[in-house]
């Protein structure tokens, strides 16, 4: 079976127990950071003792993939784990799952943490729907075509970025949505330091030029409203 297993983004403690089971049973771990999978492993006295920790990330995703397609095939279960929280959300792991799928291999999901719904649930923005962008893109034409086919959506919005990308990015979105749209930055989910920033994009973008976020960084920007809608097309 190819296991998708989603390990702690700070806080150890929430490691599921399936996760732990699966992670001591499986004799191939692809990893995205191999060394910050050891950690892991050690932590829970799991040993290493007879296992593979391969590196499976995005510059090696297309040459690992067929490798580790063939171990499935052999009998071997293989559990992938990327640096911190769920496979696949914006880490690595698409491209094996669909080899695995079309080779009628059982792809079995390990639930856990993910950074994006940890900030959704408490970030006060709306939950009822949500759409999740990742990694805006770098450059500054590609990234405003997607801002601006967003600006009119009801759901909330969802984006990973940089600390030291944030303030640069602010005034953007604070003109393309608008500068009273509610907003809020959440930085270092689980760690000792998380912290949750609730404001308008306005004051976000003042916050952060101000003071710079560290660690990492999801931020939401809630949809908009039928009444702002409604105005907008009078």
Do not use: W
């Amino acid at each position: 079976m190819l296991y998708l297993v989603a390990t702690p983004i700070g806080n150890l403690s929430d490691i599921s127990q399936r996760a732990l089971e699966v992670l001591t049973q499986a004799p191939i771990i692809a990893a995205e950071d191999t060394r910050s999978a050891r950690r892991l492993l050690s932590a829970f006295n799991i040993p290493t003792d007879g296992k593979q920790i391969l590196v499976y990330e995005d510059h090696s995703e297309q040459r690992m993939a067929p490798r580790l397609i063939e171990e499935l095939r052999a009998g071997k279960d293989v559990a992938v784990v990327s640096e911190g929280g769920t496979p696949l959300v914006s880490d690595p792991g698409f491209r094996l799952v669909r080899a695995a799928i079309e080779a009628g291999i059982q792809v079995v999901p390990i639930p856990g943490a993910c950074a994006a719904i940890a900030a959704l649930t408490g970030s006060g923005l709306p939950v009822h729907g949500f759409i999740y962008r990742g990694f805006l893109p770098k450059k500054p034409g590609a990234r405003r075509r997607i801002l601006e086919s967003l600006k009119d959506r009801e759901e909330t919005l969802i984006f990973y970025e940089s600390p030291q990308r944030v303030p640069k990015i602010m005034p953007e979105l604070a003109e393309i949505f608008g500068p009273a749209r509610r907003a809020c930055l959440a930085r270092e989910i689980t760690k000792l330091h998380e912290t949750f920033l609730r404001m308008t994009l306005q004051e976000l973008a003042v916050q952060v030029e101000q003071t710079p976020p560290r660690g990492e960084c999801t931020l939401l920007i809630e949809g908009v409203t039928r009444e702002r809608l409604e105005d907008a097309e009078e």
